[in-house]
């Protein structure tokens, strides 16, 4: 529709999420009246983030060095671990200052119809921290969901056992959504209310 170069650009910012054809060619159009620099900067970002940005070696956060900024931090709680789907969940988390642990991020939750199994998921790295870190309490905040809800139970049922409590957010999160639908408060409520699974 528009020449090569503007077009290639719309197409690609319409594959990302949230971002319709109209919204894309606003912003091609945006970048194309902008000075040269804004736009390049734009561009550098999203280069320097792919070349940059790393997995944390023990938790699997995104990190920028072997370790990422919470697992660096001394003052953190290593008794407590919070295990979440994805790194953007720590973030949620995090908002609700209710938290001074560090965390597990498994890449995703069970999910058997989309061949997702526990091979898939980082539970036997989860197993070797258990082994090595002293982690008295595993808190497990996957989404409120069916696929959530599977990885909770399969969590409890694999890695209990004397000396190490399993628990889950308290109810009272929207069903069916992701963590990131929950306010600050509600999370923080869920977290302090958390019980045994
Ligand atoms: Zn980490």
Redesign the pocket.
């Known amino acids: 529709m528009f020449e090569g170069p503007v077009q290639r650009l719309i197409d690609e910012l319409s594959r990302l999420p949230g971002i319709g054809s109209k919204s894309a060619q606003r912003l091609a159009f945006h970048l194309l009246m902008v000075e040269e620099a804004d736009a390049m900067r734009l561009s550098s970002a999203i280069r320097d983030m792919r070349e940059q940005v790393t997995r944390?070696e023990?938790?699997f956060?995104v990190?920028a060095g072997e370790?990422?900024a919470?697992?660096r931090d001394v003052r953190r709680d290593d008794a407590l671990v919070c295990v979440v789907e994805r790194p953007q969940d720590i973030v949620v988390v995090e908002r609700t200052q209710e938290f001074r642990g560090r965390?597990h991020v498994l890449g995703g939750a069970l999910s058997p119809i989309n061949g997702i199994g526990p091979g898939q998921l980082r539970f036997e790295e989860l197993r070797q921290r258990l082994d090595s870190e002293g982690i008295q309490e595993l808190i497990v905040a996957t989404n409120p969901t069916v696929e959530g809800d599977a990885t909770a139970m399969y969590i409890a049922r694999e890695f209990k056992k004397d000396g190490l409590r399993v628990t889950r957010l308290a109810s009272g999160l929207p069903v069916g959504g992701d963590l990131d639908y929950a306010d600050e408060l509600t999370l923080g409520r869920a977290l302090i209310g958390r019980s045994e699974i």
Do not use: M, V
């Open positions: 944390c023990r938790c956060n990190a370790l990422c919470i697992c965390y």
